[in-house]
C-alpha cells in the first residue's frame, strides 16, 4: 500500500513536472511569435502586426514606406477574416509590369476554402487601373450590408472607394487571419529584403469613432501565403515598425483619421 502510493506520487510528480515542461515551452514559442510587445525577428513569414481587438465594421491601416529594397517586390497587406469565414484582402505594393518595370498599385482579393481548407479566389479587382505612387497611405476594409468595400485615402481624410464584392458578412473579426504585414507581391511570394523600414498602424471602428487597435508583434497567424525572408518587427501594441538589417525599438503612431467608414 505504501510502495503503491509513492509510486502514485512520483508518477503525479512527473506528469506535473512534463506539464511544466510543455507550458513553459509553449510560452517561449507563444511569445516568440505573438508577444504583445517588443521586437521579435520574423523568417519565412509575414512581418507586422495581428489584429487582438473586437469584432468591428471596418478597420484601416496605417502604412509608410520610409525606405525598400528588394529584389523581386513587396506587398503592404490589410487582410481581414470575416464572421462567415471568408477572407478580405486590401493591398497596396508591386503588382503591375509596365515597361518591363515594376509599377506600385493598389489591389484588392476575396477569398473562401474549399473542403479540404485550401484558399479558393472569389474576386480580385484589376490592379493596373490602379497603378499609384502611395507610399505612405491609408488602407481600408468596410463591411456594408453584407458588402465589403475597399479604399485607400492618401491625406486621412477622404477615401477612394476602389472596390466592392457581396461577402454577406457582417463584421470582422480578430481570428489571427486578421492581420497588416509587410509580404511578397502576390503568389505566395517571399520579398526577398536587402533593406527596408516601413511603418504600420492599425485602427478599427467602434460605431462612431476610430481607436487604436490592439495588436501583437510578428504575424505567424495571418491571412496571406505571401512572406518576407527576413525582418525584424517591434511593436507597442498600438503600432510598429518592419525594419531590415537593423532592428528598431520605436515607432511613430499617426492620430486617428478623419474619414468615416
Known amino acids: 500500500m505504501g510502495l503503491a502510493k509513492a509510486i502514485g506520487i512520483g508518477f503525479l510528480a512527473l506528469v ?3 506539464l511544466a515542461l510543455f507550458i513553459a515551452n509553449f510560452a517561449s514559442y507563444y511569445g516568440k511569435y505573438f508577444g504583445p510587445t517588443g521586437t521579435h525577428l520574423v523568417e519565412g513569414y509575414p512581418a507586422g502586426l495581428v489584429y487582438r481587438g473586437p469584432p468591428t465594421t471596418a478597420l484601416a491601416g496605417y502604412y509608410c514606406v520610409v525606405s525598400m529594397n528588394s529584389s523581386n517586390g513587396y506587398s503592404i497587406q490589410l487582410d481581414a477574416g470575416l464572421d462567415n469565414g471568408l ?33 479558393v479566389l472569389l474576386h480580385a ?20 450590408n453584407e458588402v465589403a468595400y475597399f479604399g485607400y485615402s492618401l491625406d486621412g481624410k477622404s477615401i477612394v472607394w476602389y472596390d466592392s464584392y457581396p461577402v454577406g458578412a457582417n463584421y470582422i473579426i480578430a481570428d489571427g487571419q486578421t492581420s497588416f504585414v509587410l509580404a511578397g507581391a502576390s503568389n505566395g511570394e517571399q520579398a526577398q529584403l536587402n533593406s527596408a ?39 507597442n501594441g498600438m503600432c510598429g515598425v518592419v525594419s531590415w538589417p537593423a532592428p528598431m525599438n520605436n515607432t511613430q503612431c499617426p492620430g486617428a483619421p478623419s474619414f468615416e467608414p
Open 197 to 235: 523600414l516601413v511603418f504600420l498602424a492599425l485602427y478599427y471602428w467602434n460605431g462612431t469613432t476610430w481607436v487604436p487597435a490592439p495588436v501583437s508583434a510578428n504575424s505567424w497567424l495571418s491571412g496571406t501565403v505571401e512572406t518576407v525572408n527576413h525582418a525584424w518587427v517591434y511593436t
Open 125 to 144: 479587382s484589376n490592379p493596373s487601373n490602379d497603378v499609384i505612387n502611395a507610399p505612405c497611405a491609408w488602407l481600408i476594409i468596410s463591411i456594408r
Open 87 to 119: 477572407g478580405v484582402q486590401d493591398a497596396y505594393g508591386t503588382f503591375v509590369y509596365i515597361n518591363n518595370a515594376l509599377q506600385t498599385a493598389f489591389l484588392d482579393n476575396v477569398w473562401s476554402k474549399n473542403n479540404n481548407g485550401a484558399a
Open 16 to 18: 506535473i513536472l512534463a
